[in-house]
């Protein structure tokens, strides 16, 4: 009876951790779709130089904010080197996002541009989101090229870090 009683544990722990892993990537998603939706609306609102805005914009999204998009940034998260673990710089930020930027390029060519766009843009976005959900790293074909991977970031927690001085080093008990 407690042979089984542990397998069932151990499925739930292993359940839980799968779907907590499936919802960040989920928030992952939500976050890119925040920063296409900047750049679509750039886009559209300024053409033609809001795809040239756009396509600025995307390139160093990743490497403003020590590593964080808006999107990235209104979710929690933030790129890092997968080298160094330093904040994404601005050339990993332009390889990382380069399955954007190419078919947003071509998007400055009004029709036969707006159509090679949709036709290289839409396979890119789906091998995106594919290798995102089933490699078990959760990397994008993005941070394979630019060897960069995001993780979760809370702002509370580094400004805590920061702190030169914790409240116990200025106590009366000092030796």
């Known amino acids: 009876m407690l042979r089984y009683l542990r397998y069932y544990v151990l499925v739930d722990k292993d359940y839980l951790l799968k779907k907590s892993i499936r919802t960040a990537k989920n928030f992952r998603l939500l976050a890119k779709l925040i920063d296409l939706f900047i750049v679509l609306i750039l886009s559209v609102l300024f053409f033609p130089l809001g795809v040239i805005l756009a396509i600025c914009y995307i390139g160093v999204a990743d490497s403003i904010q020590h590593g964080q998009s808006v999107g990235k940034k209104f979710m929690g998260f933030r790129v890092i080197s997968t080298e160094d673990g330093k904040p994404c710089s601005i050339k990993q930020s332009v390889i990382r996002n380069l399955p954007i930027i190419i078919p947003l390029f071509l998007a400055i060519i009004p029709l036969w541009g707006w159509i090679l766009a949709i036709i290289i843009g839409v ?14 790293t959760g990397h994008r074909l993005g941070d394979v090229m630019a060897d960069t991977t995001v993780m979760a970031h809370d702002d ?3 400004a805590a870090k920061k702190k030169k001085k914790s409240w116990f080093d200025g106590g009366v008990l000092k030796t």
Not at 123 to 136: D, S
């Open 156 to 158: 509370n927690k580094l």
């Open 123 to 136: 396979p890119l976005m789906l091998l995106e989101t594919y290798l995102l959900y089933k490699l078990e």
